[in-house]
């Protein structure tokens, strides 16, 4: 599958893929009611609204929708954003989340997938699609855009812990978290593997640095804009 090329432009990434482009923003309050409207569809999103990974223990145990969305609009409301909105004709159909690592609390108390050194590392833990942009490439736009957000950000190092789907096909909701393969065509690299105990799956643990040509997707490395020169990512 031909994966969509992304440029950045005032932190806006736009991908070009057939049917129709994406446009990929940042989580802000004014884009929360569309956030809203894809998470509403149903599944996990409608009642975790992104927080699992950003709480635990009994803050998580005692947590209701409403006080999950509360969470996540607040954080909309702070820099960096919480993650990317992936609009296309208009309307959510795609979410990331992703930020420094220590903002989110599950992780730096997880013992599964506990850091694998001092690096400091930026996160991902979610993507949302909608069901009907889904096998459309948009979790792969997303990535893209994650990179480069994450760099505009200043991040050095881009961090997952997706799903090894090499053992057959899995469930959408399972899916959460992203493939392995969809990371390592972006170019991560598996820098850790880890697992609970014998009977629970293997999860690996992958990495991009974003510093230099090393930081750049194998997609980015070889897309040209109109005119010869790449656009540096700005800031809003």
């Given at each position: 599958m031909?994966?969509?090329?992304?440029?950045?432009?005032?932190?806006r990434i736009?991908t070009?893929?057939?049917?129709?482009a994406?446009?990929?923003?940042?989580?802000?309050?004014?884009?929360f009611?569309?956030l809203?409207?894809?998470?509403?569809?149903?599944?996990?999103?409608?009642w975790?609204?992104?927080?699992?990974?950003?709480?635990?223990?009994?803050?998580?145990?005692?947590?209701?929708?409403?006080r999950?969305r509360?969470?996540?609009?607040?954080?909309?409301?702070?820099?960096?954003?919480p993650?990317?909105?992936?609009?296309?004709g208009g309307?959510a159909?795609?979410?990331?989340?992703?930020?420094p690592?220590e903002?989110?609390?599950?992780?730096?108390?997880?013992?599964?997938?506990?850091?694998?050194?001092?690096t400091?590392v930026?996160?991902i833990?979610?993507?949302?699609?909608?069901?009907t942009a889904?096998?459309?490439?948009?979790?792969?736009a997303?990535?893209?855009?994650?990179v480069?957000?994450?760099?505009a950000?200043g991040?050095?190092?881009?961090?997952?812990y997706?799903?090894?789907?090499?053992?057959?096909?899995?469930?959408s909701?399972?899916?959460?978290?992203?493939?392995?393969?969809?990371f390592?065509r972006?170019?991560?690299?598996?820098?850790?593997?880890r697992?609970?105990n014998?009977?629970?799956?293997?999860r690996?643990?992958?990495r991009?640095?974003?510093?230099?040509?090393a930081?750049?997707?194998p997609?980015?490395?070889?897309?040209?804009?109109?005119?010869?020169?790449?656009?540096?990512?700005?800031?809003e």
């Amino acid at each position: 599958m031909t994966r969509p090329a992304a440029t950045v432009r005032h932190h806006r990434i736009v991908t070009t893929r057939a049917p129709a482009a994406l446009d990929v923003r940042p989580l802000t309050p004014a884009r929360f009611d569309d956030l809203a409207s894809l998470f509403s569809q149903g599944g996990d999103p409608k009642w975790c609204w992104c927080m699992y990974f950003r709480v635990r223990g009994l803050d998580w145990s005692n947590a209701t929708p409403d006080r999950n969305r509360n969470g996540l609009q607040e954080l909309a409301r702070r820099r960096p954003a919480p993650g990317l909105v992936a609009y296309r004709g208009g309307n959510a159909v795609g979410w990331v989340s992703l930020g420094p690592r220590e903002s989110y609390e599950r992780l730096e108390h997880s013992q599964v997938l506990a850091p694998v050194d001092d690096t400091p590392v930026w996160s991902i833990v979610c993507f949302v699609v909608a069901r009907t942009a889904r096998r459309a490439g948009v979790a792969s736009a997303l990535l893209d855009a994650a990179v480069a957000h994450a760099r505009a950000e200043g991040a050095q190092v881009l961090e997952a812990y997706p799903l090894d789907t090499a053992g057959g096909r899995v469930s959408s909701a399972s899916a959460y978290r992203g493939t392995l393969a969809m990371f390592q065509r972006a170019g991560f690299q598996v820098v850790a593997t880890r697992q609970f105990n014998r009977t629970t799956p293997v999860r690996p643990i992958v990495r991009l640095d974003l510093t230099g040509a090393a930081g750049r997707s194998p997609r980015e490395r070889t897309a040209r804009p109109r005119g010869g020169r790449r656009p540096l990512p700005a800031r809003e």
